[in-house]
């Protein structure tokens, strides 16, 4: 009966306010300054959308562990029902004037609560996104390439053989493949299977998909869909933040692409030439987002410890569970949350072979205060040991904001959600916690060593920077429609040249779509919270390092079993969103700071910088065109601009 209460109570205010039409500007109110009533009002709606939510998690759930045309059809009937609340429960919160209600926590509810998303378009039109957003992941999580069939000596073409299985899936088999495999043929073969398998038919359908959503951002009162976006991090000029924080990490990137194109150019010969950027094929992953499948062969002292456990994982017989086990175990040492005891029978931890799912790792929370999973399809390598830890930090992130009021229970930013598993990483795969935990051979303390320790995290954290940094500076600017969508292939290309440093192995086109081939595009999911996070992630770790009473460099810090480091984190994790993210940093600060600073990875690889500038001297970091990348339309903008000053000044002389 409650649960119909609040629905009753919207659609009488939107009847008495006749609310036929939807918003336009942003962070609306009403007139109505009774405080009380909007609390009662708030109370009723955390009840009211926990019970919604959970209906809908469940349903996305079924679509996501087990895609079918019914799972569908479920989820999109339940999304629907919810995106009706939502605009009904807007309606009646936008009756309230509620900017100047005295209290700060319900202001900033309502904040949250006064802004409706995509429950804005009219039904048709959200009908049709909804629809475009499942099909779309449905099209990325099916997709299925062809084996690589080694050409016969003199033909010119690999070429593929009717006989042949076409149905490689990127998890595990290319993700396998383009980690193992150093073979240049095998790999641009690959790479090019993946990106014209999954970006070609996705293109249509992002392009509608951008359409409207830039409507629903517009009827929200954003410029258009990145507006939106960039909002979550609510401070003026977000973007020149983020290119001040780029620019101070890119010299250390920089260094560590110069030794890495030299190893590679070694290896592979011509095809990587050393003042040019690096085929983005040869760095050990599909995106070139994370290099650290190049350890073993590019390793800087290869006679000393090995940084991979992989080996030591499969040996001592790790499976997907045991692995979450250790993780969850690291959050129980600093006397933080173990995850209930339903995580580990609701989760799903490994791929299933009876059915279609959507592998890309997520971590869920159904709303109940209760029950939390993760749907990852984990291969048992250290790659999937650290996002098993990045997941359960998300996990960690919901069990303890567990009793803030729905509206905030998020991260302080979006990138705070990303940091906590990553943080906790940081100290789990320092040399001594892996020997502690019986994954590496004990190793004397050694500036080689330390130096392989720095290099293997670089490839991992380092590498991801320009490419954490670009995806969103691309969709923002094709939702803003500085990129066109005629243009949109280019454009990726120019910002993985400027940034990254690398170039596709093989001609594309506009009939191609790069950047589809990426999970996060065709999900709708944001991206800038992984840069976000990664700068974070040092400087949480390095004020929880200090709790934990760690002297010493930051690379070799582990705060397991501080409960001091757990005290401060959990503090943290328990604001949820309820205070302005400046403020939780510095809380966590203890009052240094309130801005992220990217400090803290500078000193961290500190001596790995000094390293990689020695071994660099003989040639230049950077390649052609790292300094170009702007978009062809801004070009004929400053060309037009140039012809238009030029003929109205020999007008004026
Ligand atoms: C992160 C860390 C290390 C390397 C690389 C990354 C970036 C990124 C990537 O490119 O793989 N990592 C992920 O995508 C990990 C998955 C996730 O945990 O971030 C997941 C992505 C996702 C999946 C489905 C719908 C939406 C987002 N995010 C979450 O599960 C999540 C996000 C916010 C709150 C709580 C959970
Ligand atoms: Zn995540």
């Not at 909007?38 to 562990?65: G, H, I, K, P």
């Not at 593929?160 to 299985?165: G, H, L, Q, Y």
């Not at 940084?307 to 001592?316: A, F």
Request: hydrophobic share 40%; proline share 5%.
């Amino acid at each position: 009966m409650r649960r119909f209460l609040l629905l009753a109570m919207a659609l009488c205010y939107a009847s008495a306010r006749n609310i036929t039409s939807t918003p336009n500007t942003r962070y609306i109110q009403g007139n109505n300054t009774d405080e009380k009533e909007a609390l009662n009002f708030l109370l009723a709606y955390d009840r009211e959308a926990s019970a919604m939510c959970n209906n809908v998690m469940n349903t996305q759930w079924d679509f996501n562990t087990n895609i079918t045309e019914s799972t569908k059809q479920r989820m999109l009937e339940t999304q629907l029902e919810y995106a009706k609340f939502q605009k009904d429960v807007w309606a009646t919160a936008t009756t309230f004037k509620w900017k100047t209600f005295r209290d700060p926590s319900i202001r900033r509810q309502f904040k949250v609560l006064s802004v409706l998303g995509r429950a804005a378009l009219p039904e048709e039109k959200l009908k049709e996104i909804q629809q475009l957003l499942a099909d779309m992941r449905d099209i990325y999580s099916r997709n299925r390439v062809c084996p690589y069939v080694k050409q016969p000596k003199n033909a010119s073409l690999p070429i593929r053989m009717e006989s042949v299985k076409c149905n490689l899936a990127l998890d595990p088999d290319l993700t396998r493949i383009m980690a193992k495999s150093k073979d240049d043929n095998e790999l641009t073969y690959m790479w090019q299977q993946w990106h014209d398998e999954t970006g070609r038919p996705l293109r249509s359908k992002f392009m509608r998909y951008v359409e409207l959503s830039n409507e629903a951002a517009r009827l929200n009162g954003f410029k258009d869909t990145g507006d939106q976006w960039r909002a979550s991090y609510d401070i003026e000029d977000f973007n020149s933040e983020l290119d001040e924080l780029w620019m101070g990490l890119r010299p250390l990137y920089q260094q560590l692409h110069a030794y890495v194109r030299r190893r590679l150019h070694h290896q592979h010969g011509k095809i990587v030439p050393l003042d040019g950027p690096i085929p983005a094929h040869l760095l050990g992953n599909m995106w070139a987002q994370s290099w650290s499948n190049l350890y073993d062969t590019t390793v800087p002292f290869p006679n000393k410890n090995s940084m991979d456990v992989t080996l030591s994982l499969k040996r001592q017989g790790y499976d997907p569970v045991r692995m979450f086990q250790l993780a969850d175990q690291f959050f129980v040492s600093l006397g933080m949350k173990s995850v209930p005891d339903s995580f580990w029978t609701a989760s799903m931890l490994e791929k299933p072979l009876d059915r279609e799912v959507v592998c890309h790792a997520s971590a869920w929370d159904f709303c109940n205060g209760r029950d939390f999973r993760i749907k990852q399809c984990t291969e048992v390598t250290m790659e999937d040991l650290t996002t098993a830890h990045h997941e359960l930090g998300h996990i960690q992130y919901y069990m303890q904001y567990v009793n803030q009021p729905l509206a905030f229970r998020e991260g302080a930013n979006p990138g705070f959600h990303e940091a906590i598993g990553d943080v906790v990483a940081l100290s789990v795969s320092t040399p001594k916690h892996m020997q502690k935990i019986g994954l590496l051979d004990k190793a004397a303390d050694d500036p080689e060593v330390d130096i392989n320790y720095l290099y293997s995290m670089a490839l991992d954290k380092i590498a991801f920077l320009p490419f954490g940094f670009l995806l969103d500076q691309w969709r923002w600017k094709v939702f803003s429609g500085e990129i066109p969508f005629d243009q949109m292939n280019k454009a990726w290309w120019d910002l993985r040249l400027r940034y990254q440093g690398v170039a596709p192995p093989v001609n594309r086109s506009e009939h191609d779509f790069d950047a589809g081939a990426k999970y996060h595009v065709p999900a709708n999911t944001p991206y800038i919270r992984y840069f976000v996070s990664f700068v974070l992630q040092f400087q949480l770790h390095k004020v929880l390092c200090e709790a934990s009473g760690h002297v010493g460099p930051l690379h070799k810090c582990d705060i397991y079993q501080s409960r001091e480091a757990g005290k401060l984190l959990a503090e943290l994790l328990k604001l949820g969103s309820s205070k302005p993210w400046p403020d939780a940093i510095r809380i966590l600060t203890r009052g240094r700071t309130s801005r992220m600073d990217p400090g803290a990875i500078m000193e961290y690889f500190q001596p790995l910088m000094e390293w990689l500038q020695k071994q660099n001297t003989e040639e230049k970091a950077g390649w052609r065109g790292m300094n170009s990348g702007i978009t062809i339309k801004t070009t004929w903008v400053a060309v037009v601009l140039s012809f238009v000053i030029t003929l109205v000044f020999s007008r004026l002389w």
